[in-house]
Every structure is written in structure tokens, then in C-alpha cells.
């Protein structure tokens, strides 16, 4: 079993920044590629951006790419989520997941999730 515990979550201006965090516990970190998710109210959950095992190969939406970047610390069994001038459709809540495949946008292929963290952004 992965525990996965975000965190950083909170609300900020629109074309502020905001860097939500999570933190991994169970297994080995750095066997797992890593995801984040959202889900606004009354929509479906969706893929945000994903990094492999290693943190080279990185994925990202079109709705956030050029804003927001993914990384990890494997030595902190610690994956972020570094969100720049966001914008009020951001506002969702935030969750991370762990996969042992590739790097997918695929929900379906993650076995484990956190909790989720808010964001909130303010017009």
C-alpha cells in the first residue's frame, strides 16, 4: 500500500502562484510514477500534469502547460504540483496518485490517491 497525503492547497489571486505538495509513505517512492488530478464541482475528475519514476519524462494538459510544472524529490518521497499564473478556472480540488507503469494521463491507471487539497482562485 502507498499513503499519500497532499497538502499546500489554499486560495490565491488569479495570476498568482501556489505549490501544492505530497507526500508519499508505504512503499518506495521512486518505484512509482506520479500524476495530478482535479476535480471542479460538478465536473468530472481530470488529468493534470505526470512525471516518471526517474522525473525525466514529464506530461502535461493543455490547459496547464506553460504554467504549471510538475517535479519530485525522490528523497523526500515528496511529488509538487508549482502553479503560475493561475486563473479561476483552476479552482478545483487537487489529487495526487501513484502508478508502478508509465507516465499516463489515464486515471483508470493509478492505484493509489490522496485525500485531495483546495484550490481556490479568486477573479
Known amino acids: 500500500q502507498v499513503q499519500l497525503v497532499e497538502s499546500g492547497g489554499g486560495l490565491v489571486q488569479t495570476g498568482g502562484s501556489l505549490r501544492p505538495s505530497c507526500v508519499a509513505s508505504g512503499r518506495t517512492f521512486s518505484n512509482y510514477a506520479m500524476g495530478w488530478f482535479r476535480q471542479a464541482p460538478g465536473k468530472e475528475r481530470e488529468f493534470v500534469a505526470a512525471i516518471s519514476k526517474n522525473g525525466y519524462i514529464t506530461n502535461y494538459a493543455d490547459s496547464v502547460k506553460g504554467r504549471f510544472t510538475i517535479s519530485r524529490d525522490n528523497a523526500k518521497s515528496t511529488v509538487y504540483l508549482q502553479m503560475n499564473s493561475v486563473k479561476p478556472e483552476d479552482t478545483a480540488v487537487y489529487y495526487c496518485?501513484?502508478?508502478?507503469?508509465?507516465?499516463?494521463?489515464?486515471?483508470?491507471?493509478?492505484?493509489?490517491w490522496g485525500q485531495g487539497t483546495q484550490v481556490t482562485v479568486s477573479s
Open positions: 496518485a501513484a502508478n508502478r507503469g508509465l507516465t499516463t494521463r489515464r486515471s483508470n491507471d493509478y492505484d493509489y
